[in-house]
């Protein structure tokens, strides 16, 4: 009995280490989130009045102009799922309104497809827009797990 507890222990443990490795944040030069896109790399920060700003990056992480992505961002706080409406910008896309105000951290889904036509590709971010202690960046984007 005892060595079942601990081998279920070992299992939940190596389970947890592993999602996090397979989550693991990488910080943009905003002090947002670098999400692992194509062709260019995009960084999702929430600036000081909560509007979502989405920049595209070359290789050497200087701010580049779109290419033909498609972004479409989705608030999900307890009060419900909410579109984020996005204009463009010179290096990507920012929110034309604030994200909602709920008790965080809610999900926040961002959607980017390469091309108009091309697979979509997820990525789900933890909204918590608490500065962590540790690594003086919004928790999330925190990257030292603190
Ligand atoms: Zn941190």
Redesign the pocket.
């Known amino acids: 009995m005892k060595l079942k507890y601990i081998t279920f222990a070992a299992a939940a443990l190596c389970a947890a280490v592993s999602l996090q490795a397979a989550e693991k944040i990488v910080a943009g030069p905003k002090g947002g989130r670098l999400l692992d896109t194509a062709p260019q790399k995009a960084e999702f920060f929430v600036t000081k009045d909560r509007k979502v700003e989405v920049t595209f990056y070359d290789a050497a992480l200087k701010p580049v102009a779109p290419a033909n992505q498609v972004i479409a961002i989705t608030a999900e706080p307890a009060s419900g799922k909410t579109k984020i409406e996005l204009e463009k910008t010179a290096t990507g896309f920012v929110s034309t309104a604030a994200l909602p105000e709920s008790k965080e951290p809610y999900r926040v889904v961002v959607q980017v497809k390469e091309k108009p036509d091309a697979t979509p590709k997820n990525f789900r971010v933890d909204l918590n827009l608490a500065m962590?202690?540790?690594?003086?960046?919004a928790?999330y984007a925190?990257?030292?797990?603190?």
């Open positions: 962590c202690g540790g690594c003086q960046k928790e925190c990257t030292c797990g603190d």
